[in-house]
């Protein structure tokens, strides 16, 4: 089962931050917070992982709280091609990614 | 583009038969992941193999089987269709083992008739 608790669906304005937040309040030390994307029915995309800073690359930002029991994926100029289902994962060092419902992440002009 | 490819796009078959689909890693990657998407159980992890070997298998069926090759290739094979099997079916690469990010492939739409 997943391990993690998000929103449903979530609106932004298009050229406006996307914060997506998730709670993951039984994570253990030795486990990471991924976010991957699914736009429409393709494949799911990565887009960031981190364990306890904070981590940003080209894609997006990641906020984790200090206790690690909740995070932040930040897009920062969400555009319409950001339309796509945002799946929160926590995982093991063994590799096995379990998807939860995500969070359906409507961009609008 | 994530450079894993899949192979074919769209399956339709009939209740009762087999059919295989096959997976492509990325250059260099070592590990094969199997993945269900169906619309009502969502995005299933069935099977991962690492250099030719099985490494950890999620909620697979029995009709169901995995291989992976000596050049690295995978093909899922899938026997005595259910009209509920019909799904997406991804599979994803990654470098090695462990918290290595995995790369998607566009996936086999199965539809059993």
């Known amino acids: 089962d997943a391990k993690t608790t998000q929103p449903p669906s979530m609106d932004c304005a298009e050229g406006r931050a996307a914060n997506l937040p998730c709670n993951h309040s039984?994570?253990?030390?030795?486990?990471?917070v991924y976010w991957y994307r699914q736009i429409h029915s393709q494949g799911p995309q990565y887009i960031i992982h981190?364990?306890?800073n904070n981590e940003t690359n080209e894609m997006a930002s990641l906020i984790i709280t200090e206790d690690r029991k909740s995070s932040t994926l930040i897009l920062p100029h969400a555009t319409l091609r950001d339309t796509a289902v945002y799946y929160c994962?926590?995982?093991?060092?063994?590799?096995?990614?379990?998807f939860g419902a995500g969070t359906i992440l409507r961009v609008k002009s | 583009d994530s450079g894993v490819t899949q192979t074919p796009k769209h399956l339709i078959t009939a209740t009762g038969q087999r059919v295989t689909l096959r997976c492509s890693p990325r250059?260099?990657?070592?590990?094969v992941y199997w993945y269900q998407q169906s619309l009502d159980q969502g995005l299933q992890f069935l099977i991962q193999?690492?250099?030719?070997?099985?490494?950890a298998k999620g909620n697979i069926l029995e009709r169901f089987s995995a291989q992976q090759f000596p050049d690295l290739h995978s093909e899922l094979n899938l026997s005595s269709l259910e009209l509920g099997d019909s799904a997406l079916y991804f599979c994803?690469?990654?470098?090695?083992?462990?918290?290595?990010?995995?790369?998607f492939g566009p996936g086999t739409r199965l539809t059993v008739t």
């Open positions: 994803a690469s990654s470098l090695g083992q462990g918290t290595y990010e995995q790369y």
């Open positions: 039984t994570i253990s030390g030795n486990e990471y």
């Open positions: 981190g364990l306890k």
């Open positions: 994962i926590v995982r093991e060092y063994g590799n096995k990614l379990v």
């Open positions: 250059s260099g990657d070592l590990s």
């Open positions: 193999y690492y250099n030719g070997e099985e490494r």
